[in-house]
T-cell receptor, first 114, second 113 residues
Framework: QQQVKQSPQSLIVQKGGISIINCAYE??????FPWYQQFPGKGPALLIA?????SEKKEGRFTISFNKSAKQFSLHIMDSQPGDSATYFC?????????????FGSGTQLTVLP | DVKVTQSSRYLVKRTGEKVFLECVQD?????MFWYRQDPGLGLRLIYF???????EKGDIPEGYSVSREKKERFSLILESASTNQTSMYLC????????????FGPGTRLLVL
């Protein structure tokens, strides 16, 4: 019930194209959905996050779309650039308890071709 | 600039050795976490701590222990390293009530021979 399923495992996009990564969850108690970006040799870094009271959040070229009824959320990268090539992780967490724990998806390796 | 630092970037240990991985954060964060990252499995939570001397098990605590004697420092201990503990280990921290402040360290790549 704590799983977050992420797809695709890898994605190749041409420069200027749109990259789309999808995640699905089961636990309806999740109330915070961040996306992390990880470059080789670095730890993940928070990219953008959404809470379930909104259906979309946009920051620059990055947009999260959230479908509460389908229990799905996705990351859209518009005008993808070679510098966006990285591994992307979705995550979800629940409020409450001693600390908020994140449950991560399995990751998507994005390659943007020049 | 916020910082989560980890004591080693690369470690090579022998089976059965005791291994210490250290993490230090300079942001006065209450919550600290240890994850391991394996290809195709994402990040899995090993242990976390919400205060000094407090700890809780994550999803995969078997074979690991932790110590938090000071607020800024969180140590992961492999009591007797095994080859299936070869992995990338990531430390993270965030301020209570503000998960958007979660920062990760650069990771320690551990190889157990």
């Amino acid at each position: 019930q704590q799983q977050v399923k992420q797809s695709p495992q890898s994605l190749i996009v041409q420069k200027g194209g749109i990259s789309i990564i999808n995640c699905a969850y089961e636990n309806t108690a999740f109330d915070y959905f961040p996306w992390y970006q990880q470059f080789p040799g670095k730890g993940p870094a928070l990219l953008i996050a959404i809470r379930p009271d909104v259906s979309e959040k946009k920051e620059g070229r990055f947009t999260i779309s959230f479908n509460k009824s389908a229990k799905q959320f996705s990351l859209h990268i518009m005008d993808s650039q070679p510098g966006d090539s990285a591994t992307y992780f979705c995550a979800a967490s629940i409020r409450g308890g001693s600390a908020r724990q994140l449950t991560f998806g399995s990751g998507t390796q994005l390659t943007v071709l020049p | 600039d916020v910082k989560v630092t980890q004591s080693s970037r690369y470690l090579v240990k022998r089976t059965g050795e005791k291994v210490f991985l250290e993490c230090v954060q300079d942001m006065d964060h209450e919550n600290m976490f240890w994850y391991r990252q394996d290809p195709g499995l994402g990040l899995r939570l090993i242990y976390f701590s919400y205060d000094v001397k407090m700890k809780e098990k994550g999803d995969i605590p078997e074979g690991y222990s932790v110590s938090r004697e000071k607020k800024e420092r969180f140590s992961l201990i492999l009591e007797s390293a095994s080859t299936n503990q070869t992995s990338m280990y990531l430390c993270a921290s965030y301020q209570s009530g503000r998960p958007e402040t979660q920062y990760f360290g650069p990771g320690t790549r551990l190889l157990v021979l």
